[in-house]
């Protein structure tokens, strides 16, 4: 296995690790209340519980999706809308509920990045190794 294949497979499973907790410990558990918190502010506190429970579930189908390999670019660009968009409302309504307030937004970049490079970069199947 080169180097690429091996980051690919490995950033995939960190990538499908990361929407499978926040998904189902951080929201579907309730385990990380600042997550319902968080879509009580930006949402609706009359909502926050299912509405946190439904992205929660769509976060675990996210994560299966990402495991399944199917349509992956599609799945990383959807990933990067979701999380780009997530962030910048959280930066502008509810910093304060954030693990790391305003650096939050380092690290979604980071994850973003990780995302890119994994479908676009490492995955090994770009359209000048199909020629």
């Not at 929407?19 to 949402?43: D, F, M, S, T, Y």
């Not at 439904?54 to 996210?62: N, Q």
């Not at 670019?73 to 910048?88: H, W």
Request: glycine share 4%; hydrophobic share 50%; with cysteine.
């Amino acid at each position: 296995m080169n180097n690429n294949k091996y980051i690919h497979l490995i950033s995939t499973i960190f990538i499908s690790t990361v929407w499978l907790i926040n998904g189902l410990v951080c929201k579907v558990l309730n385990l990380v209340p600042r997550h319902q918190e968080i879509v009580a502010r930006i949402l609706s506190e009359e909502y926050a519980r299912p509405l946190t429970f439904t992205i929660g579930i769509l976060e675990v189908c996210m994560s299966l999706w990402i495991v399944t390999g199917y349509k992956y670019r599609l799945n990383a660009v959807l990933q990067i809308i979701v999380v780009g968009t997530m962030n910048l409302l959280e930066f502008f309504i509810a910093p304060d509920l954030l693990l790391w307030g305003k650096f939050n937004s380092l690290f979604a970049c980071l994850f973003i990045f990780i995302v890119y490079a994994n479908a676009f970069v490492w995955n090994g199947n770009t359209p000048q190794n199909n020629r």
